[in-house]
């Protein structure tokens, strides 16, 4: 177990609708990226949180935001879901540092029906 | 564009033979490269990082390599074990920021007993 964990593990929801997704990190590690994983695809990189502040962006529209809390918590949120948002959800933690391994959580499995 | 290119064809291999997975970097430079393991529905788990300056790494039955010329990564997998089937992913950080890692689609392993 790496220590991350996420919740909720699985979630369905109606296109239209607004969600949140919830990742706890590692003891020890200020950093939490979220990831968004198609089927048959690699992860690709929503955002990334350092001390409570967006430190890197991927190209997601603006509907995707998250937050950082003082315990380094952190939280995705998705407006006005999609048919595509339908994916699995990763979030990871890492120190800082450059060339640092990710410990990532289960995932949070989203379907948009 | 940027990108990690890693074999798409699955790879079938025998029991107690090595694995070899290939991971080509394009149009990027990436100062460290990391594999990591991946099972059905599971967020990846951390293997090993490699650093551009060495050409090797090892860890017990796993050896990765880091060719700057070839602009290539390989992972062995040595006396491989039907355990070891999964999705193998690589990923690529710059140095002094860890914001993004850029992955590949991942290589699917199946050992045959």
């Known amino acids: ?113 | 564009s940027q990108k990690i290119e890693q074999n798409s064809e699955a790879l079938n291999i025998q029991e107690g033979k090595t694995a070899t997975l290939t991971c080509n970097y394009i149009n990027y430079s990436p100062a460290y490269l990391q594999w990591y393991r991946q099972d059905p529905g599971r967020g990846p788990v951390f293997l090993l990082l490699i650093r551009e300056n060495e050409k090797e790494k090892r860890k017990e039955r796993l050896k990765v390599t880091f060719d700057t010329t070839l602009k290539q990564s390989l992972f062995h997998i040595t006396a491989s074990q039907p355990a070891d089937s999964a999705t193998y992913l690589c990923a690529g950080s710059r140095a002094g920021n860890n914001r993004k890692l850029i992955w590949g689609l991942g290589t699917s392993l199946a050992v045959n007993p």
Do not use: M
Request: proline share 4%; aromatic share 12%.
């Open chain 1, 1 to 113: 177990e790496t220590g991350v964990t996420q919740s909720p593990t699985h979630l369905i929801k109606t296109r239209g609708q607004q969600v949140t997704l919830r990742c706890s990190s590692q003891s020890g590690h200020n950093t939490v990226s979220w990831y968004q994983q198609a089927l048959g695809q690699g992860p690709q990189f929503i955002f990334q949180y350092y001390r409570e502040e967006e430190n890197g962006r991927g190209n997601f529209p603006p509907r995707f935001s998250g937050l950082q809390f003082p315990n380094y918590s952190s939280e995705l949120n998705v407006n006005a879901l999609e048919l595509d948002d339908s994916a699995l959800y990763l979030c990871a933690s890492s120190l800082e540092q450059a060339g640092t391994e990710a410990f990532f959580g289960q995932g949070t499995r989203l379907t948009v029906v």
